[in-house]
């Protein structure tokens, strides 16, 4: 009889086990990337993230302007049941499927190790440590070799259409940390603010370093949360389609990223 019970004690666990896996949300650590390059390490506050899993989420939508109250990105896109915890916080989605999560990590949150969790309805995925550092600087990319840049007349640059030495280059950016003013949590900025770390950020071409005077600004971009933009200057003594990289201290974007510019 002792044998028997022990049996079925070992299938009920069994049983409630296999019930959580079939129904709750599943990811790891290496499906939390930064969104700009899809590249798994440390994320910052203010950092647009990607994470990938499977049960994410029973329906696919992603963040419109309707869903956008009192100035402040949404923790929970209307009809999905799908939040993010960040250290416990909740984070602003943007994008939901069954398979891919588009979030914000909250601002106001301290370098450090932190947790990330995904609950669905009353599902909650696996607890998951990450790291968080003061900046985790990466550029959008327009594909695997260009980094997304526009004019200042939004007009794209791109290999067909590039820039010139002496153009203005208007660049997008996350994880570039705190700003001046700083981020409030959740709030969509509407008005330009700097970096607070503005003495050490770097803009590498070809692997110098630019002087100060060709960075115009980089801060938030207005009118949306977690995005960064970098307007630069081309320097007249710039080659065709350098690489560039952008940094703060010791955290760099990723190598092999180019401008398009023709002499």
Same mark, same amino acid.
């Given at each position: 009889m002792a044998v028997f019970r022990a049996i079925l004690v070992a299938l009920v666990g069994l049983s409630r086990a296999l019930s959580l896996d079939l129904n709750s949300p599943?990811?790891?650590?290496?499906?939390?990337?930064?969104?700009?390059?899809? $590249? !798994?390490?440390?994320? +910052?506050?203010? /950092?647009? +993230?990607?994470?990938?899993?499977? $049960?994410?989420?029973?329906?696919? $939508?992603?963040? /419109?302007? %309707?869903?956008? $109250?009192?100035?402040?990105?949404?923790?929970?896109?209307?009809?999905?049941?799908?939040r993010v915890l960040v250290g416990n916080m909740p984070a602003g989605i943007y994008y939901v499927s069954a398979t891919q999560i588009n979030f914000l990590v909250p601002a106001n949150l301290l370098p450090g190790p932190s947790t990330v969790q995904v609950v669905l309805d009353a599902h909650s995925g696996p607890l998951v440590k990450i790291m968080l550092q003061s900046a985790s600087p990466e550029l959008f990319q327009l594909d695997a070799q260009h980094a997304v840049a526009v004019r200042p007349d939004g007009s794209p640059i791109t290999p067909d259409s590039p820039a010139h030495p002496g %153009?203005?280059?208007i660049l997008y950016a996350?994880?570039?940390?705190? /700003?001046?003013?700083?981020? !409030?949590?959740?709030?969509?900025? /509407?008005?330009?603010?700097?970096?607070?770390?503005?003495?050490? *950020?770097?803009?590498?071409?070809?692997?110098?370093? +630019?002087? &100060? &005077?060709?960075?115009?600004?980089?801060?938030?971009?207005?009118? *949306?949360?977690?995005?960064?933009?970098?307007?630069?200057?081309?320097?007249?003594?710039?080659?065709p389609n350098p690489e560039i990289r952008i940094g703060l201290g010791d955290a760099m974007s990723i190598t092999g990223l180019h401008l398009p510019v023709d002499q």
């Open positions: 599943n990811y790891t650590a290496d499906g939390i990337v930064n969104s700009a390059d899809n $590249r !798994p390490g440390p994320l +910052a506050p203010n /950092t647009i +993230a990607s994470l990938y899993g499977v $049960r994410l989420s029973y329906v696919t $939508r992603g963040l /419109t302007p %309707d869903d956008i $109250r009192g100035g402040l990105l949404p923790t929970v896109l209307p009809g999905t049941g799908v %153009d203005i280059a996350t994880g570039l940390g705190q /700003t001046v003013p700083p981020i !409030p949590y959740g709030q969509i900025c /509407t008005e330009a603010a700097p970096l607070n770390q503005m003495s050490d *950020f770097k803009l590498l071409l070809d692997g110098t370093k +630019a002087s &100060e &005077e060709y960075v115009q600004y980089a801060g938030v971009a207005p009118g *949306f949360a977690g995005l960064y933009q970098l307007n630069i200057l081309l320097p007249k003594s710039i080659q």
